[in-house]
């Protein structure tokens, strides 16, 4: 299959073997589990269970709210100690609401009936995507049920993960490739695409011929293993897509624009379990690796792991230890501490030395050397968009396009100067956005105003109108006088006369 | 619970410094003044030296008057960069103080006035060598003949150069008078405008294969160095691409239309400061073009107003006017040339 090439991107040591020696490896159950209610993309669901109730595993203890949400089930039996609102990991300084359970043995399991996944209603099958609570697993989070309302030509299962360090689809793969397939057909049939391509990178050679296995053994002639090479950000959606069609998504527009759709291998995995064997999504394979872990390796985690007992489960940290990140090196979020837990879109837990992560250099005036923009994958001048960033012309950014920015990091790595680069892209998204946000509000704020105004004008102006009119009606103070004299003529009859 | 310090992704090092990245361009820059000292002899080590002392005590004292720390700047080799940028485009036996005047240019004027490091909307060395060459024209001209010529008389070695530089004697026989008007360009700009053909010009001793006797060896480890750039990225392959690129296809129709009137096109390429230009100088990046398309405007402008100067101008080589003159538009032509981003005009 001829393939295309995406803008940029760079290659990185891929560390991957450091986690991949041991297959994938089961993660004991902790005595607590701390399950979020905001473990996807959009709206947080709503807990519906209450401290004391006794949970089984694959129980829905959370539901769905809105449009883009996702039910979240208990990954395990146990009894809730509390609903209570936590800090998210993702999200520093944001919280949501924690389901906290202490597993337990009983009440027994709960599962969904199992679907024919290979002749079942589309319609019926991702509703039952849905109740399963399946969200994107590369990284977004985004409720897969959600994507699967439009029709699409090309599903694309994205194995390729571009992150240095993140081996957990390719852990995935080399064990249940089979699956990944099964589930891959499946989509294809709810969406009605005609063709999947099931994209690999070529560093992969374990989890490569794992699949092309799984897709001999199927005789599908629709669903095709692509080796595609290792370049990051290969994994980025829009860079999948233009790397296997040569096709680019609209700026600003959607996969669906060009009728494709994208889900990761594991999401795939996870939407056919759900159907075929009615499990609810709630665990997750999870990369733990990096110099500051003793034992990297790949293990499946129910959902709501703290991260300290995952830590725990792959040796503990070592010496090394010096930073904690929240997925890959280039875009995962530094915890402050290990006592989050693991979510849906939680991929790796990634235990960095100091000396990989060394204090950047300090930091030097740009010389326009131009690296940023010949890395960027979404073909940005970032050098150009920090001007404006920093000059506080927002609009400008936005013109200049500070929302194609992925994030991916590759500006920062390459630029001379060591200007962080992507963090102020982000803050800037953050303020357009806050600021829409309060445009809004002011707007809405003035039209309540002008309304009450409005309101309070009508209403002075109807009291003036009805004091008018009584005016009227009772024409004046000589009426009243008249009154006053009729009472005087009319001696009052329960008196005796005056003598 | 063990705790950690954050920080905002990515979380590895960057990959190269500023320093790295000057450094490998002075790097480069070795062949072309080896070969350059090989030919014109050791005045070129002198006049390096000399600028480089002036561009660094220059940066020092606008780095303190300015209140910046001193350490990263001083050492981020960029003012020797542009010294021995500015050494290259001097003659080689120019008086010292033309490398302090045209190092106050560069480093004080074109450098710090305008913000320092990455703020220069001008080529620091280029500002330096343009005042050098407005205001004394003469120290301009008098260029050594390339080694062996004239027939028998030896290129002045280390002690003689340093005695001319800082005292003004020649050592017997050399006089200043003999270094007047030696270059090829300057050769043929004279016997051009006297009548002469080309085939006749070249007659002279001082022309070699292609461009004049020396300058193209020189040019050619220039290159050498700048396709190192190329291969390493730290250049972008546009600019040189598009400055030899234009002064080929610009000159090519006129020597085939009359070769006697109009230089074969590889004798502008490895004449004067072309090669040095396309590699070095107009690829630097403050004060180029930083869009894709930009750089190929940014080379194409830079190749026209060389060869116009050349054909027009009041003085024998164009590289510096042109490459300051193309810093003025650059900013403008960014703003014109800005790639498409990703996705951008596919209908939705």
Request: glycine residues 10%; hydrophobic residues 50%.
């Amino acid at each position: 299959m001829l393939l295309h090439r995406f803008h940029g991107g760079l290659r990185l040591a891929g560390h991957k073997a450091e986690s991949s020696g041991a297959g994938l490896q089961p993660c004991a159950m902790p005595a607590v589990l701390h399950v979020s209610m905001l473990q996807h993309a959009g709206t947080p669901a709503r807990a519906c269970v209450a401290a004391g109730d006794l949970v089984a595993a694959g129980q829905r203890i959370g539901v769905a709210q809105g449009e883009v949400s996702a039910d979240v089930h208990s990954p395990s039996a146990g009894r809730v100690l509390a609903v209570e609102p936590r800090a998210l990991a993702r999200f520093p300084g944001l919280d949501a609401v924690h389901v906290v359970i202490e597993t337990g043995a009983a009440p027994a399991a709960q599962a969904l009936p199992a679907l024919d996944w290979q002749a079942g209603d589309p319609a019926a099958l991702r509703e039952r995507i849905r109740a399963a609570g399946v969200v994107g697993l590369g990284g977004a989070g985004f409720p897969t049920e959600g994507k699967l309302s439009v029709a699409r030509e090309l599903l694309v299962l994205n194995g390729a993960e571009c992150e240095p360090w993140i081996a957990c689809d390719d852990a995935l793969l080399r064990e249940h490739a089979d699956e990944v397939v099964r589930g891959g057909r499946l989509l294809a049939r709810v969406v009605g695409a005609g063709r999947v391509l099931l994209a690999i990178e070529d560093t992969m050679p374990e989890a490569l011929a794992a699949a092309r296995a799984a897709v001999a053994a199927v005789g599908d002639d629709d669903i095709a293993v692509v080796e595609v090479p290792t370049i990051y950000p290969e994994g980025g959606e829009r860079q999948l897509i233009q790397v296997l069609t040569g096709r680019e998504v609209p700026r600003g527009g959607l996969p669906r624009d060009i009728g494709v759709i994208v889900q990761n291998v594991a999401t795939a995995r996870a939407a056919w379990r759900a159907v075929a064997l009615g499990e609810p999504l709630a665990s997750r394979v999870v990369t733990v690796t990096g110099r500051g872990v003793a034992r990297p390796g790949n293990f499946v985690v129910p959902i709501g792991t703290p991260v300290s007992h995952l830590v725990e489960q792959a040796g503990g940290y070592t010496d090394a230890a010096a930073r904690l990140l929240l997925g890959g090196p280039m875009m995962g979020q530094a915890l402050a501490h290990d006592e989050f837990p693991i979510g849906k879109q939680d991929n790796c837990v990634l235990v960095l030395s100091a000396d990989e992560c060394a204090d950047r250099e300090p930091e030097m005036p740009c010389i326009r050397c131009g690296d940023c923009a010949s890395a960027c994958p979404a073909q940005l001048l970032p050098q150009q968009l920090l001007w404006h960033v920093r000059a506080g012309n927002l609009e400008r950014a936005q013109d200049q396009g500070v929302f194609d920015c992925i994030e991916c990091g590759c500006c920062d790595l390459v630029c001379p100067s060591h200007i962080p680069l992507t963090q102020p892209f982000r803050q800037a998204k953050l303020a357009i956005r806050t600021r829409a946000v309060e445009t809004q509000r002011a707007l809405a704020a003035r039209e309540r105003h002008d309304a009450r105004g409005q309101r309070l004008q009508r209403e002075s102006a109807e009291r003036a109108e009805r004091d008018e009119a009584r005016k009227a009606s009772t024409a004046g103070a000589d009426a009243v006088a008249a009154a006053l004299e009729r009472a005087r003529a009319t001696p009052p009859r329960d008196t005796d006369p005056p003598p | 619970m063990k705790t950690f310090a954050t920080a905002s992704a990515p979380h590895l090092p960057g990959k190269r410094s500023v320093r790295g990245v000057m450094g490998l361009v002075l790097a480069a820059l070795v062949p072309g003044v080896l070969a350059h000292a090989w030919f014109f002899g050791p005045g070129i080590a002198i006049q390096i030296a000399l600028a480089t002392a002036f561009a660094l005590g220059f940066e020092a004292a606008m780095l303190r008057l300015r209140g910046k720390a001193l350490r990263p700047f001083l050492t981020d080799l960029s003012a020797p960069l542009a010294a021995v940028l500015f050494a290259l485009s001097i003659p080689p036996l120019a008086p010292w103080w033309v490398s302090a005047i045209g190092m106050a240019s560069a480093i004080v004027l074109a450098k710090h006035l305008y913000g320092g490091l990455g703020h220069n909307l001008f080529n620091p060395a280029m500002v330096g060598v343009a005042v050098v060459l407005l205001c004394f024209p003469r120290e301009f001209t008098q260029w050594l003949p390339p080694a062996g010529l004239p027939d028998g008389v030896a290129v002045p070695g280390l002690a003689a150069s340093l005695r001319a530089i800082f005292t003004g004697e020649l050592p017997a026989p050399w006089r200043w008078d003999m270094l007047a008007q030696a270059t090829p360009l300057d050769t043929v700009r004279t016997l051009g405008h006297a009548g002469a053909t080309l085939a006749e010009i070249r007659d002279n001793p001082l022309f070699g294969d292609f461009g004049g006797r020396g300058w193209e060896w020189v040019a050619n480890f220039f290159a050498l160095g700048g396709v190192f750039l190329l291969w390493k990225k730290l250049i972008p392959w546009q600019v040189p691409v598009a400055v030899l690129g234009t002064v080929v296809l610009l000159t090519l129709p006129f020597w085939l239309y009359d070769p006697d009137l109009h230089p074969f096109p590889l004798q502008h390429v490895f004449s004067g400061a072309l090669v040095l230009g396309a590699f070095f100088i107009a690829t630097d990046p403050v004060s180029g073009c930083t869009t894709p398309r930009g750089r190929l405007l940014f080379g194409v402008g830079v190749a026209v107003l060389t060869l116009a100067i050349r054909r027009w101008g009041a003085f024998p080589d164009g590289v510096a006017f042109a490459v300051l003159l193309m810093n003025c538009l650059a900013p403008w032509l960014d703003l014109h040339t800005r790639p498409r981003i990703l996705g951008e005009g596919k209908a939705p």
